[in-house]
Nanobody, 128 residues
Framework: QVQLVESGGGLVQAGGSLRLSCAAS????????MGWFRQAPGKDREFVAHISSSGTSTYYAGSVKGRFTISRDNAKNTVYLQMNSLKPEDTAVYYC?????????????????????WGQGTQVTVSS
């Protein structure tokens, strides 16, 4: 069983920055592709960013491209999401998720249903 624990959320003014972290318990973390998703009240969970198992490939939703950066440190079993130039519409609960199959086959995926393991989420609130 893989446990994922997010941290780093909080309240920030528009234009500010936050860095989210997701610590994984799995010894096989380095073989998993990882993703960040978010869910605002009354909305479906949506894809934010994806990183390959090695960290060499990254993908972003159009709404965050150029503002958010996903990265990982496999030695620390941790994936990060650096969020800059935050906007009120970025307000949501942010989740990290692990996709072992994507890590194995090397094909990125962004459908939440395809991710096997999820953290509990961390709240990000951006005030205007």
């Amino acid at each position: 069983q893989v446990q994922l624990v997010e941290s780093g959320g909080g309240l920030v003014q528009a234009g500010g920055s936050l860095r989210l972290s997701c610590a994984a318990s799995a010894r096989t973390f380095s073989s998993y592709a990882m993703g960040w998703f978010r869910q605002a009240p009354g909305k479906d969970r949506e894809f934010v960013a994806h990183i390959s198992s090695s960290g060499t490939s990254t993908y972003y939703a159009g709404s965050v491209k150029g503002r958010f950066t996903i990265s990982r440190d496999n030695a620390k079993n941790t994936v990060y999401l650096q969020m800059n130039s935050l906007k009120p519409e970025d307000t949501a609960v942010y989740y990290c998720a692990a996709d072992p199959l994507s890590g194995l086959i090397g094909i990125p995926r962004w459908d939440p249903k395809q991710f096997d393991y999820w953290g509990q989420g961390t709240q990000v609130t951006v005030s205007s």
